[in-house]
């Protein structure tokens, strides 16, 4: 599949219908992915807080999995490792294991299994992993994810107006800096992950309220300030973080591009921005000559340890 | 009080003696805290897990907070906006509340405080905020606090190799990169936002083994590369990170400075890293020819949206 294509697949994606049964009786949902398989539950985990739920991004998983526990490992392809690790863990334990893949180890050694279609690149399946949870725990009505589906639809035909953003960020060879905020913060670690593999370029994220605590102090003062460009989204935020947005720009002597989110409900928004950032990555790969899809030293690094 | 005898306050922290009491009937944990008042709660929840711990920095609690919730509210001043709304919906939620504080608002509303002595910044009350913490959940050999104390306190005696690597730094104008792994994730935090504070300068971290699935693809190709000064740690690697950091360097084409901890246990290592990163960017403030006290910026925005 043309890259291009798996990043039009998210229109498909955000109806796909499957959900996890029998989910009410755990009191601590653990999600364990990595990387372009991580990004799901680490977005989830800002629109549902129900019961506590801890992402793990490493070998092991916490201590307090047990047989309450609801278990979802996330692996596009079913075999990275750290995954497989803290799953064979989180079996000992008696975790209730329901796992996300398209196939591999991971699918073998799960009983339950949210299986996700193949052919895509992991980044490009956060949709297929996304959904699910969304359907389970916030059983949003078929006419949000119907909107979300058009938007994206209409984003696919014309981007063009992304595509000068890129073109800008280029110009300058800037580092993007995305500054997310409470239920998007995790929107800006996936735009920065998707420079990243997307764009081949360092980006860096961080996030309101916190980041006016400690990051606005160098930013009227420090060296190399000028290769920054910096990213906000404009929607769903509590009068208190516009005030602040406003108040950073002023004190910081910076100016942060606000990205104004299309969609009636948070989930329309929440996959409005995604894919614009999506689409930002790639339009900036092109400029650059770069290829997006190729993320050779994932695979090097990969061949070097094992 | 200088700011060198804040630093030098970290010995005597590390033996404070706080703890929490009948900690054994609640079954999660939320920490709530921003900035220099929030870094101990994040460092903690890489040390315990013994039942789930969410870390909040920002207005909100999550839905899941109830009267079997140990809701931990950590704000040096006591009169920080974030944290006094977080406690206030604790509290209407019937949350066992035991506040971290010198005082202000919090220590009001709050029924029980652990009290911490005045006259510090908040990022250098660290030890204060993390010491009733650890005894309470790890309960440490006391030889191994007294180690620590030792160890930060030769730091304080002799710190000048941490001086040439500052003006390492500064002759780069360099942005430090800091890669943690666990549990010394929010120690490289930690580094980035002593950086931004003390010396302002913006910096970046990120975490093992999470970067080797998106950011070490841009390394060998991005723009800009060359003004990044990149850092790890160098103790309680698995041997999969330690071939991860290997590797990195090595198909990511840059060189990780490794910064060998000293002491016998993790609680030892932990403090002398963080202590290596506050005297990193002490002398790195102090090359720039800038106060590291003074965190103008934050005060003006406190102002401005106030």
């Known amino acids: 599949m043309e890259f291009l294509d798996e990043l ?8 796909y219908s499957a959900i996890i049964e029998n989910v009410e009786v755990f009191n601590k949902i653990v999600i364990a992915g990595m990387g372009g398989s991580g990004i799901a539950g680490k977005i989830f985990s800002e629109l549902y807080s129900g019961v506590p739920i801890v992402n793990v991004d490493d070998y092991r998983i916490p201590d ?9 490992p996330m692996s596009y392809s079913g075999n990275t490792e750290e995954v497989l690790s803290a799953t064979a863990q989180a079996l000992k334990k008696g975790a209730e294991v329901v796992a996300f893949t398209s196939g591999g180890r991971l699918s073998e050694i799960s009983k339950r299994v949210i299986k996700l279609p193949k052919g895509l690149q992991p980044r490009s399946s956060l949709g297929y992993m996304l959904l699910p949870l969304i359907r389970t725990f916030l059983d949003p009505q078929e006419e949000i994810l119907d909107n979300a589906a058009g938007l994206l639809d209409e984003m696919d035909g014309d981007n063009s107006y992304i595509r000068e953003e890129a073109e800008h960020i280029y ?29 081949k370029v360092l980006a860096a994220s961080s996030y309101f309220p916190e980041l006016d605590h ?16 910096f ?10 973080i516009r005030k602040r947005i406003d108040a950073t720009e002023s004190v910081g002597g910076i100016k942060i591009n606000r990205i104004e989110a299309r969609g009636k409900s948070v989930i329309e928004r929440l996959f409005y921005l995604i ?10 790969s092109i400029v650059r000559g770069k290829d997006p899809r190729d993320v050779t030293p994932i695979e090097k690094l990969k061949k070097m340890i094992s």
């Open 8 to 15: 039009r697949d998210l229109k498909v994606q955000v109806k």
């Open 275 to 284: 894919h614009y950032g999506d689409y930002l990555s790639y339009h900036l």
């Open 171 to 199: 110009r300058e060879k800037a580092i993007p800096v995305i500054y997310g905020f409470s239920p998007y913060r995790n929107v800006a670690y996936r735009w920065r992950t998707q420079f990243n593999e997307n764009s």
């Open 214 to 229: 400690n990051e606005i102090v160098p930013l009227p003062s420090t060296y190399r300030s000028e290769i920054f460009r």
């Open 64 to 72: 307090f999995v047990d047989s309450s526990t609801l278990f979802i």
């Open 231 to 240: 990213y906000t989204f404009d929607c769903d935020m509590p009068e208190a």
